[in-house]
Nanobody, 126 residues
Framework: VQLQACGGGLVQAGGSLRLSCVVS????????MGWFRQAAGKEREFVAA????????DYVDFVKGRFTISRDNAKNTLYLQMNGLQPEDTAVYFC????????????????????WGQGTLVTVSS
């Protein structure tokens, strides 16, 4: 299974970006998935997660109301819509997939995930 993240870039504060994560070698629907980010000099942190059935999502507090995680199973792609971006959102964003049989569960710890994308850089200027 391979994950390819893209969609990062440079944006002004208050702007929007949509990150994409294309799954190859398997079907995205088979996995609960998530987004994490890592700012320079900091630990990787959880951003958002979605269950296999797409009915359950979770977000870290500082992105609630601004970011939306979703999946298009026809395109085998996970998305992260980011609105109201702030300079503190600057980081490399990673998508991840977990091997799981549950349709309802989501996961928010990086060590729980089995596959990772290469990361895409988001830079927000003030």
């Amino acid at each position: 299974v391979q994950l390819q993240a893209c969609g990062g870039g440079l944006v002004q504060a208050g702007g929007s970006l949509r990150l994409s994560c294309v799954v190859s070698g398997s079907t995205a629907r088979n996995y609960p998935m998530g987004w994490f980010r890592q700012a320079a000099g900091k630990e990787r942190e959880f951003v958002a997660a979605i269950s296999r059935n797409d009915l359950n999502t979770d977000y870290v507090d500082f992105v609630k109301g601004r970011f939306t995680i979703s999946r298009d199973n026809a395109k085998n792609t996970l998305y992260l819509q980011m609105n109201g971006l702030q300079p503190e959102d600057t980081a490399v964003y990673f998508c991840a997939a977990k091997i799981a049989t549950s349709w309802e569960r989501w996961f928010k710890y990086s060590h729980q995930y089995d596959y990772w994308g290469q990361g895409t850089l988001v830079t927000v200027s003030s």
